[in-house]
């Protein structure tokens, strides 16, 4: 198993930025696919973005693509999300996940929270208007 804790949420203008950080422990993630995902209360846990297995490749969903972008750094074990331009509608906790068992053939299964095995007890991100 790993332990991912993220940090960097807070209070942000909108059009501003913030980073987020998954930091791993109990396993070197640098090969396994990793997620950003969001949640808002009542609402179902949306895919933002993701490392496809080995790296190979990045994910994002349509409404964070070129505002939004996932890098991370292995040495640190660690993934961060970069959020650019912040718009009020992507306040919310946000949550980062490990897929740890399996690589999948198709990217869409990257977008799926049942793809992941592990995941974060996520950061809140404010924007005000």
């Known amino acids: 198993q790993v332990q991912l804790m993220e940090s960097g949420g807070g209070l942000v203008q909108a059009g501003g930025s913030l980073r987020l950080s998954c930091a791993a422990s109990?396993?070197?993630?640098?090969?396994?696919?990793m997620g950003w995902f969001r949640q808002t209360p009542g609402m179902e846990r949306e895919f933002v973005a993701a490392?496809?297995?080995?790296?190979?490749?990045?994910l994002y969903s349509d409404s964070v693509k070129g505002r939004f972008t996932i890098s991370r750094d292995n040495a640190k074990n660690v993934v961060y999300l970069q959020m650019n331009s912040l718009k009020p509608e992507d306040a919310t906790v946000y949550y980062c996940?490990?897929?740890?068992?399996?690589?999948?053939?198709?990217?869409?299964?990257?977008?799926?929270?049942?793809?992941?095995?592990?995941w974060g007890q996520g950061t809140q991100v404010t924007v005000s208007s």
């Open positions: 109990g396993r070197t993630l640098s090969m396994y696919a």
């Open positions: 490392f496809t297995w080995s790296g190979g490749s990045t």
């Open positions: 996940a490990a897929d740890l068992s399996k690589d999948y053939s198709h990217d869409y299964y990257y977008t799926l929270t049942t793809s992941y095995d592990s």
